[in-house]
T-cell receptor
Framework: NAGVTQTPKFQVLKTGQSMTLQCAQDMNHEYMSWYRQDPGMGLRLIHYSVGAGITDQGEVPNGYNVSRSTTEDFPLRLLSAAPSQTSVYFC??????????????FGPGTRLTVT | KQEVTQIPAALSVPEGENLVLNCSFTDSAIYNLQWFRQDPGKGLTSLLLIQSSQREQTSGRLNASLDKSSGRSTLYIAASQPGDSATYLCAVEIGAGANNLFFGTGTRLTVIP
């Protein structure tokens, strides 16, 4: 299994540009999530999905859109990039555990810089 | 909102030493607690997951304990090695779902040969 894959690894955008961060998993996990990691702030949840066709907002959803048309893929779209979106973005997937989420599997991350 | 704290933010130890990393949380009604390792420029790797009904989990040289009543978890690393150098994060789930998972900011561990 490839696990959770993310592309691209690095990206530089100009303010106002849009782009899509790709995330895919081959473990047939129902739950998928997008986080951003900023120095001193830990990981913050952007959007998540509990299954194909179902998405919901996390703690910091503004400026981002998601869709989940298949179990495997969960792309994150930046609508109009802003310097405040400079961050490292992680995608995660997890099977449904007993009484909560199971073990989380993370992708390698996308390092995004917005100038 | 659940607050998850990891102190210290950074720790250096000589190789071979046993060490303890701390994680504290404010809401004791948790579903589970998970410890992760993050190498520089990499994603998070799950180390141990402790369900709320469990007191500890072990994997090799790692042992994680959970005390819900005091809102604390510890990650014990035995006989530390330079390869253990990384940032260690804990995450607490307070309800079913990704929107109820809260991460600490991590402890950066350096093991000196």
């Amino acid at each position: 299994n490839a696990g959770v894959t993310q592309t691209p690894k690095f990206q530089v955008l100009k303010t106002g540009q849009s782009m899509t961060l790709q995330c895919a998993q081959d473990m047939n996990h129902e739950y998928m999530s997008w986080y951003r990691q900023d120095p001193g702030m830990g990981l913050r949840l952007i959007h998540y999905s509990v299954g194909a066709g179902i998405t919901d907002q996390g703690e910091v959803p503004n400026g981002y859109n998601v869709s989940r048309s298949t179990t495997e893929d969960f792309p994150l779209r930046l609508l109009s990039a802003a310097p405040s979106q400079t961050s490292v973005y992680f995608c995660a997937s997890t099977p449904q555990g007993l009484g909560g989420l199971g073990e989380q599997y993370f992708g390698p991350g996308t390092r995004l810089t917005v100038t | 909102k659940q607050e998850v704290t990891q102190i210290p933010a950074a720790l250096s130890v000589p190789e071979g030493e046993n060490l303890v990393l701390n994680c504290s949380f404010t809401d004791s009604a948790i579903y589970n607690l998970q410890w992760f390792r993050q190498d520089p420029g990499k994603g998070l790797t799950s180390l141990l997951l402790i369900q709320s009904s469990q007191r500890e989990q072990t994997s090799g040289r790692l042992n994680a304990s959970l005390d819900k009543s005091s809102g604390r978890s510890t990650l014990y690393i035995a006989a530390s090695q330079p390869g253990d150098s990384a940032t260690y994060l804990c995450a607490v789930e307070i309800g079913a779902g990704a929107n109820n998972l809260f991460f600490g900011t991590g402890t950066r561990l350096t093991v000196i040969p």
